[in-house]
């Protein structure tokens, strides 16, 4: 049986973080789950080009829960003007952001890949993550 266990991208900004200074609801125990149980890709404008020591400062600023190690298994990615050209269409994903702009959109769309798009509005949900941590766990059994 082929492991179909998708991969995670994440967004920062509007995601894992309510704003700059702080975690949105949930996000820990989000983060540990998504890197016990997938393989979680960075992708935000804090990692563009394949290094990812900015975007683990920038979250751990927001939060006193020790994350370090959680965030150093993120995987790099490296993109340009879209974010769709650091996913990897070819393996199963969901792609956690609060925006997917148009370009983005048609990329999705041209493989059939729109509903991997999991639309975070923390401002209408902001304890979403914690049911966004319920379908990771139906994902992992
Ligand atoms: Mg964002």
Excluded at 36 to 64: K, Q
Excluded at 93 to 122: K, M, P, T, V
Aim: proline share 4%.
């Amino acid at each position: 049986m082929v492991n179909m266990k998708p991969r995670l991208y994440l967004d920062i900004d509007g995601v894992l973080l309510a704003n700059e200074e702080n975690l949105a609801i949930g996000a820990s125990e989000f983060i540990k789950y998504a890197v016990d149980n997938f393989e979680v890709y960075w992708l935000t404008t804090h990692c563009m080009d394949g290094t990812t020591a900015h975007a683990i400062e920038y979250v751990l600023r927001a939060t006193d829960d020790d994350l370090r190690p959680y965030l150093e298994k993120f995987k790099p990615v490296t993109w340009g003007l879209a974010k769709t050209e650091a996913i990897d269409f070819n393996t199963p994903f969901l792609w956690f952001d609060d925006d997917c702009y148009s370009g983005e959109r048609l990329a999705l769309n041209e493989h059939n890949a729109f509903n991997s798009w999991i639309e975070i509005d923390l401002a209408k949900y902001p304890d979403q993550l914690v049911h966004e941590l319920k379908l990771l766990q139906s994902l992992a059994e």
